[in-house]
């Protein structure tokens, strides 16, 4: 039901009303509301019990574990939350003069340099708005690059075929062909086709590393020769930073540029479309062109620098200076963890992936790639379920949502079939892991008795299966009253 | 196991071909396709009369899945494409070899066909995958 479905004319939630009319005369009468905007009348009780009904039906990482791969969906800790939440921080305002922001800007300073040793970067811009932001922004400056030498000829840009779907979309939407390159059988690249696809015409390559199948690329240094040999760049894709955070940084592989997702790797929340947050690293060939603002540090003084400053810059992506209150999280986050910590993040997330990886293999679920040591991540595939059962992995994904765990991601990279891609990040605990174990094996019990129950799934959650071709054919999103 | 007609070429990237009688060449996705895709739910086409390489990416089939590109068999001018895929994009899970065809090509080299795969040849390769 949504909150206009509550509505009764008249009815009114007054301890919210402004408790003087106010008068703006300074505003043009054109530009003035004549009729009344159509809001819920409501009382203030139905308000309350609405949104708390919603967000109980809310399947989150505060009420159940969440092995979403790709998507590192751990515990965002109170403490970040209530340090980014001082008055001092949410009171002030953007236009105000630097002088009367030092501890904002000397915080962000600090998240900037963090974050440049952490990625092994030069230099960190923390202007993108979201993770696709920082992406866009990163193959734009592969881009500016290129331009600023005169090499026009530079039209393609190299994407393995587990990449993430924003990496092709972001090529070409930075006016770039995309090459797509296979992935050998062990989950490495394939390096034949890479020197395949390499030549004068290779604007750069865009990789992750651990990679979508979630293995570590072990001829990394390799790939970076070659990509760089032929005056191509390298691009990073944070997604999967938190296997290696504080062990191994892109920088020394020979990555040039990286945009982190700190909402993945730096416990922020993720939003449901809300604020993100997708911080930009860049090496030595790529440092004059990162995005602006960026917070620079003038003996004791921190200001904002712009356009003025860095001449290069591909430009501005945020109207004031990122999302902030999100940004603050991180660098709390990142505060509280130190240099001991970060490691432990890596060491747990890789050891957890790997516990429930050898679970699942024991209990005979089959894993993508036996052969090798799971990263943060890895992938079941339930082709065989599938075709002795006919039981998909979007039933297992139904049906875990009744056991109180959030789907893994399905389908997805779509090169290995009937695909569950598992993260089950370092704060799950151990009951947590084997629970999830718990619940797969008995899902697979229940493709074996009764195939029409599971294909039914889920029972227990505020909706039903839902029909998804209908959803994504006729997407209609806008509510009319009385329809 | 998937249907594969034995009067169609193939490619490895599981798209299929027929020679028509006035030359040209019908395109479409195999039934293998369809069904790892699943329920198609949007289609792109290229323009009528666009030239493409052979090999170049020139269609997107989108899926409940995911969204993959089709690729050219064959160089030459497209100079048709299947209007009914726009609101009907489940004619290509119903009737991958028929109804749900995509495009029919105008090739540059007549004899281009003979380097796709045989129906043979492309059974091994789904066999293979499986």
């Not at chain 1, 949504?2 to 007054?14: C, K, Q, S």
């Not at chain 1, 505060?62 to 001082?86: I, V």
């Not at chain 1, 002030?92 to 000397?106: E, I, T």
Request: net charge negative; aromatic share 8%.
């Amino acid at each position: 039901m949504l909150i206009f479905e509550h509505n009764r004319e008249g009815r009114r939630a007054y301890a919210q009303a402004p408790r003087q009319q106010m008068e703006h005369t300074d505003i043009p009468a054109s530009y003035r509301r004549r009729a009344r905007a159509l809001l819920p009348e409501v009382s203030e009780l139905q308000v309350v019990r609405h949104y708390t009904r919603l967000s109980q039906k809310n399947f989150s990482i505060d009420t159940q574990p969440y092995p979403l791969g790709s998507c590192t969906m751990k515990y965002n800790p109170r403490a970040c939350n209530t340090l980014a939440m001082l008055p001092e921080f949410l009171a002030r305002h953007p236009y105000a003069p630097d002088r009367f922001g030092q501890g904002l800007l000397a915080c962000l300073w600090e998240l900037q340099e963090l974050l440049a040793a952490v990625t092994g970067m030069q230099g960190v811009s923390l202007a993108p708005m979201a993770g696709a932001q920082g992406e866009l922004a990163g193959v734009a400056m592969i881009r500016a690059y290129h331009e600023a030498r005169g090499a026009h000829e530079r039209t393609e840009i190299i994407v393995p075929d587990a990449a993430h779907g924003t990496n092709p979309a972001t090529a070409v939407m930075c006016g770039y062909q995309v090459r797509e390159i296979a992935t050998a059988a062990d989950g490495d690249v394939d390096m034949a086709a890479l020197k395949g696809a390499l030549g004068p015409q290779t604007a750069g390559i865009m990789l992750t590393n651990p990679s979508t199948v979630g293995v570590f690329e072990r001829r990394i240094e390799e790939i970076a020769g070659l990509v760089h040999e032929v005056g191509g760049l390298l691009y990073y894709d944070g997604a999967n930073l938190n296997a290696i955070l504080g062990k191994a940084r892109p920088g020394d592989m020979g990555f040039d540029v990286i945009h982190l997702n700190l909402h993945k790797t730096f416990s922020t929340p993720h939003g449901g479309g809300g604020p993100g947050a997708g911080a930009l690293g860049a090496g030595k060939r790529l440092y004059e062109f990162m995005p602006i603002p960026i917070v620079a540090r003038e003996g004791a003084q921190y200001r904002w620098h712009t356009e003025a400053d860095r001449p290069q810059s591909i430009g501005r992506l945020s109207t004031f200076g990122g999302n902030i209150g999100v940004l603050l999280r991180a660098y709390v986050y990142a505060r509280l963890l130190g240099r001991e910590g970060m490691p432990r993040v890596a060491e747990f997330a890789t050891l957890n992936a790997n516990y429930l990886m050898a679970r699942l293999r024991a209990a005979g679920f089959q894993i993508a790639y036996p052969q090798r040591r799971a990263s943060h991540e890895f992938i079941v595939s339930l082709k065989r379920e599938a075709k002795e059962l006919g039981v998909t992995a979007m039933d297992f994904a139904k049906r875990l949502l009744d056991y109180g765990f959030h789907a893994p991601t399905t389908y997805f990279p779509l090169l290995v079939a009937e695909a569950l891609l598992i993260e089950p990040t370092e704060t799950e605990a151990k009951e947590d892991l084997d629970g999830f174990v718990a619940a797969m094996c008995r899902i697979r019990d229940e493709a074996r008795e009764d195939m029409a129950f599971l294909k039914n799934a889920p029972y227990k959650l505020a909706v039903r299966r839902l029909d998804e071709v209908r959803a994504a054919r006729d997407l209609n999103l806008s509510w009319k009253s009385g329809v | 196991m998937s249907n594969v007609p034995d009067d169609l070429k193939y490619t490895d990237s599981h798209e299929w071909l027929r020679l028509e009688q006035d030359g040209a060449i019908t395109v479409g996705v195999t039934d293998y396709a369809q069904e790892s895709l699943g329920d198609l739910v949007f289609v792109e086409m290229p323009q009528v009369g666009r030239k493409l390489k052979a090999g170049e990416a020139c269609a997107v089939v989108e899926s409940v899945k995911a969204a993959s590109d089709t690729y050219a068999p064959v160089a030459g001018e497209v100079v048709d494409t299947n209007s009914r895929l726009t609101d009907e994009p489940e004619l290509i899970n119903r009737s991958p070899y028929d109804e749900g065809w995509l495009m029919r090509i105008q090739p540059d080299d007549a004899d281009a066909l003979e380097s796709l795969l045989d129906p043979e040849d492309y059974e091994n390769i789904l066999a293979e995958a499986q």
